[in-house]
């Protein structure tokens, strides 16, 4: 249904990879700067151009200033699916707002692009000859224009099936750019200090941008690792802070991760990166720390809880308990001021994060995180669920054929009071996720049949 209301139109051109992922992001960063996700289309799925309705260009360049997701934004004038409909809709378009951009003091460049087709120089040059009925009184500069304008066209998603016309073509005038190029430049592969496990350079701006972190917000991750998580955040201008059971990976203590590489180096630590990033102001500490054990004083509050908690393949589940906890059949140690090692049960360790999460966010405040699961027996019911925090976004990374994590974005919307009566509340609840306690076997049993089929047929 068509929007009747004041607000332009703009076209957005995302990225095609983390397709999920998207959606949420966009949402997410739209309220985070005022506006609220309005379009025209019913459904996005996996084509790179999305039409909205945004309030002012304002909030459409601050929007791309966060996003990864997003390559560009263009102030939309016209759309049709044939040029026909979109030199029609470029005449509807109200001249006085073309205006302000084609008096003759400005400058031009007029720019194509297609999406799964080449076109010659001489078709691109066709098509913008066949814009001249546009009132440009300016001057054309390829190389240094106070204005660019683009015509897209859409063929598709298919490459082996390309049609000889376009789906959709679109007339805009450029705005900004997203932010495309974080994902290089804070790549991993230049990160002085890394893990097994730390998070790729997409995948943690698009979790900072999910959970709405801004400049002065206090961000907190409790399975810090490497601090991938904090580095996205500090970027946005938050303070950041976090735990990890890990002592020697909270110090930049043991082996190192790198291939030719046996130990860490005397300054590879989290401060390290941050600091490699112009971000060590951020910083404010790491500390060793039991995410089941808590040692916060009631009244500490943060604006983001964003984590990835460890799934037990790369690194395992644990958490410190008594000499009194030990398993039965193991051998106890003689009574010492030293904490014991015990595994940590996942379905127990979302439980503890949910707990946690409602009762140190701030109202309005965001726990981003995620949540591994064995996809022959997912359901959306397994899903941690807590009374304080409203599930805002659940989208899924595969993993294997049969495993995959879910991206898990929450808010608090009501005020933690009683967490023995929560406990109570959950306790059936995170029944449904405990199936999931055995991931790490799960994981494996797929990789051990996959091998065996592998070999199988290779003797064959």
């Known amino acids: 249904m068509a929007i009747s209301c004041p607000l332009n139109r703009y076209l957005l051109l995302m990225a095609q990879e983390h397709l999920e992922f998207r959606l949420p992001e966009i949402k997410s960063l739209l309220s985070l700067f005022g506006g609220q996700f309005i379009s025209s289309q019913e459904t996005y799925g996996k084509s790179p151009f999305w039409i909205l309705s945004i309030p002012s260009e304002d909030i459409a360049r601050n929007l791309m200033k966060r996003t990864v997701c997003a390559k560009s934004i263009f102030e939309l004038w016209g759309h049709g699916k044939s040029p026909e409909e979109l030199y029609s809709s470029l005449k509807n378009y109200?001249?006085?707002?073309?205006v302000p951009f084609l008096h003759s003091d400005s400058t031009y460049?007029?720019?194509i692009h297609t999406f799964n087709k080449t076109l010659t120089q001489e078709e691109k040059v066709?098509?913008?000859?066949?814009?001249?009925?546009?009132p440009f009184e300016g001057k054309v500069n390829l190389k240094k224009p106070q204005h660019i304008f683009s015509v897209l066209e859409d063929y598709g998603l298919d490459p082996n099936c390309i049609p000889e016309n376009p789906h959709n073509i679109y007339f805009g005038r450029w705005i900004a750019d997203g932010q495309r190029e974080l994902i290089e430049s804070y790549s991993v592969k230049k990160r002085h200090f890394i893990g097994n496990t730390s998070m790729d350079?997409?995948?943690s701006f698009i979790m900072a941008n999910h959970g709405k972190v801004k400049e002065n917000d206090i961000v907190f991750d409790p399975f810090v690792g490497t601090g991938g998580l904090l580095i996205a955040s500090a970027h946005f201008g938050a303070y950041v802070y976090g735990t990890d059971i890990d002592y020697n990976t909270v110090h930049g203590l043991g082996k190192a991760s790198r291939k030719n590489q046996k130990w860490r180096g005397p300054d590879e630590n989290i401060r390290a990166?941050?600091?490699q990033y112009g971000l060590e102001k951020y910083y404010l500490d790491v500390l060793v720390s039991d995410a089941s054990k808590p040692s916060w004083r009631k009244g500490t509050y943060f604006?983001?809880?964003?984590?990835d908690p460890p799934y037990g393949i790369r690194e395992s589940t644990r958490k410190t308990g008594s000499q009194k906890e030990i398993p039965k059949g193991m051998e106890k140690c003689p009574e010492s001021h030293v904490p014991v090692s015990l595994s940590y049960h996942l379905s127990d360790m979302f439980f503890d994060l949910l707990n946690f999460a409602a009762e140190t966010l701030v109202l309005g405040g965001r726990l981003v995180y995620w949540l591994p699961v064995y996809t022959p027996e997912y359901t959306e019911e397994m899903v941690p669920w807590h009374p304080c925090l409203r599930l805002i976004s659940n989208c899924e990374q595969k993993l294997s054929s049969h495993t995959s994590r879910r991206l898990i974005t929450m808010e608090k919307v009501k005020k933690f009071e009683n967490r023995d009566e929560y406990s109570h509340l959950l306790s059936d609840h995170f029944l449904l996720y405990q199936g999931h306690n055995s991931f790490r076997e799960k994981y494996f049993s797929g990789v051990t049949k996959r091998i065996a089929k592998e070999e199988k047929s290779s003797q064959e």
Do not use: C, Y
Not at 126 to 134: M, P, Q, S, V
């Open 201 to 203: 350079a997409g995948l």
């Open 109 to 111: 460049k007029i720019k």
């Open 303 to 307: 604006d983001a809880i964003i984590t």
């Open 126 to 134: 066709k098509r913008i000859d066949a814009l001249e009925f546009l």
């Open 94 to 98: 109200p001249v006085e707002k073309m």
């Open 273 to 275: 990166n941050l600091r």
